[in-house]
């Protein structure tokens, strides 16, 4: 039997970049020791008035379907939480709510995108971004980040790869895998090559309220931005809500108009008891949000700090997000290498970065979703790797 020529624009690296993850949680579930920090997954439970609420949905009985573009009390929340990140007037006639920010990006690349149009993508990005444009039959042009180390944007390389073939630009602030933070400067620099040059940005600010220090940036809270950008976000990492899938996108009007015809025959609306516990989260996001910056600060440090003895790595350390990498170029290893060997030797699992783009080659990444105690265990066990790989190259 033959398939759809789509099985192939959604397979590749990025797909199978999580084969090492599989491994990680079967070895796992057979008993085995295993730390795994290849998965944006926070160990920590949903806040509990946010549970409480969708409990108390459920026993009230909202098991039904709900507006396919969100109830008008969930997207009005969005709107108003928007507004005050932007700075910019958005109601609820802007908000389409998604199963999460994976299928808000791939609502934003069927909506905008047609066969042939090229999308400018910073490197490193998430390892869906490939996939997610190509599905619409569009172009990834991936663009490499300055030179100089930190993984920095560079608008200087988006604006030579501009083509009249170009459309959009799908951008992550805070990125992942880098945790870097566009900053004012370089966003106000993409922001011109938007407007000059009548683009889209489809902009991922899934990470938006977990910067340590570094402020964000919103694409559409520029000059000239709000008509001609798409922001995704998500509840899954500020909230500790990955599992309930609960996401949206904000944008113009007509197009979260073409978002809802779109979810009437894709997604069909999300289950409302789980938009009733979004708008509790978003009440409450403030408090929430700091609570997590603050916990996820501290294992940031405490997995820099046990890792500043390893031979052959350096760590950069992230501005932003639950994920830091690791150069791993001086072990004498490619990254596949390092980390499938790191795996079965210590029970370890990270991620060869190089699914996230040519310019992570070379690199892991690696997850501070799990207590300090469980972090520092890590750092000793990738140390160890580390001291008994440069024995033996020394031997």
Known sequence: MQYSPLVERIAGEGAEAWAIHAEALAAQARGEDIIVLSVGDPDLDTPAPVTERAVAALRSGDTHYTAVQGTPELRATIAQHTTARTGQPFGPENVCVTAGAQNGLFFAALLLLRPGDEVLIPDPCYVTYEATVRAAGAVPVPVPPRAGGGFRPDPAAMAARITPRTRAMML??????????????????????????????????????????TPHVAMAGLPGMVERTITVSSLSKSHAMTGWRCGWIVGPEAAIAHAANLSLCMLYGLPGFVQQAAVVALEQSAAIAAEARGLYAARRDALLASLSGAPGVSALSPEAGMFLMLDIRGTGLSAREFAWALLRETGVSVLDATAFGASAAGHVRLSFTLNETVLAEAGRRITAFCQSRALHAAD
């Not at 895998?177 to 966003?187: I, M, R, S």
């Open 172 to 213: 992550t602030s805070p990125n992942n895998p880098t945790g870097t933070v566009t900053n004012l400067e370089e966003a106000e620099a993409i922001a011109a090559l938007a407007r000059d040059h009548d683009l889209w940005v489809i902009s991922d600010e899934v990470y938006a309220e977990l910067t340590y220090g």
